[in-house]
Structures are given as structure tokens and as C-alpha cells.
């Protein structure tokens, strides 16, 4: 198993205000100031097994997100769909209203950048974990 690193946009400190929404521990470092910008990045860090739950984001119009991989290795899946690996310079749009997750892999550390695309009437919903038994099957 890969050992803990920086990736090169900082590991950021643990993603506490998230944590009930992530199995495992994630670290997030913020790339710009949230309100401050109109597009919000982040750079988000999980340590291996490490995935949040199935959420959506919702909007009226526009929105959604958009993962760019910069470390490790992780998965992506959406809903009724097979999973999809994830490496550095693998780029994910995910639209909006689509449930989902990410994370990383069994035995690697994963980053990503997550943008989220700018949107009216936008809010996150978090649902459910993915459960132990869906992971594994990975």
C-alpha cells in the first residue's frame, strides 16, 4: 500500500465538516476561496478504501461537477452503471441530477480536483454509503 503523501496541490487538513458523508478519511485543500470566486476547487485527498457516499447535485439549471485526477489510483460509478477506474489525468463530468460517488482504490491513495460547475437553483444531496459488500466487488 502506498504510503501517505502530498499530492501536488497539498493534502490539505482532514475533511472534518464532511466526515459523516465519507467512509474512511479524506483529506481537502481548498484552491480557491469559496463565495470569493465564481468556480470553487478544491483539491480532495482519500486514503486508501476511502470513498464518500452516493450523492447528487442537484440544479435547475447548469451545474454538476467535474473530478480532475492528479494522484493515485480511484473509482468513479454512477448509478445503475458500471464503475469506472480512475488514474492521473482522467478527467469525470458529472452532470447534474445524477447520483454518484467517488474515492479511492483498495491499495492507493487517490486526489482529485472537484469543480463545481456554477448553476441556478444548485444544492448537494448525500445519500446512503456504499457499502462494503458494492466496494469489494470493485
Same mark, same amino acid.
Not at 2 to 14: A, T
Given at each position: 500500500m502506498?504510503?501517505? &503523501?502530498?499530492?501536488? =496541490?497539498? $493534502?490539505? @487538513?482532514?475533511n472534518d465538516a464532511y466526515k459523516e458523508y465519507f467512509v474512511g478519511n479524506s483529506y481537502l485543500n481548498p484552491l480557491t476561496e469559496y463565495g470569493e470566486c465564481p468556480v470553487f476547487l478544491a @483539491?480532495?485527498?482519500?486514503e486508501p478504501r476511502c470513498r464518500n457516499n452516493w450523492h447528487i447535485h442537484h440544479a435547475t439549471s447548469g451545474g454538476g461537477?467535474? $473530478?480532475i485526477c492528479t494522484d493515485g489510483e480511484g473509482w468513479y460509478?454512477?448509478?445503475g452503471k458500471e464503475a469506472v477506474s480512475l &488514474?492521473?489525468?482522467k478527467v469525470i463530468t458529472i452532470p447534474a441530477n445524477v447520483k454518484h460517488w467517488h474515492?479511492?482504490?483498495k491499495d492507493s491513495? =487517490?486526489?482529485h480536483i472537484a469543480v463545481e460547475v456554477p448553476g441556478e437553483g444548485t444544492s448537494n444531496e448525500w445519500c446512503e454509503p456504499v457499502s462494503d459488500e458494492e466496494y469489494n466487488r470493485l
Open positions: 502506498k504510503e501517505k &503523501h502530498e499530492c501536488m =496541490f497539498g $493534502l490539505g @487538513n482532514p @483539491n480532495v485527498t482519500f461537477q467535474i $473530478l460509478q454512477e448509478e &488514474h492521473p489525468g474515492g479511492a482504490k491513495w =487517490f486526489s
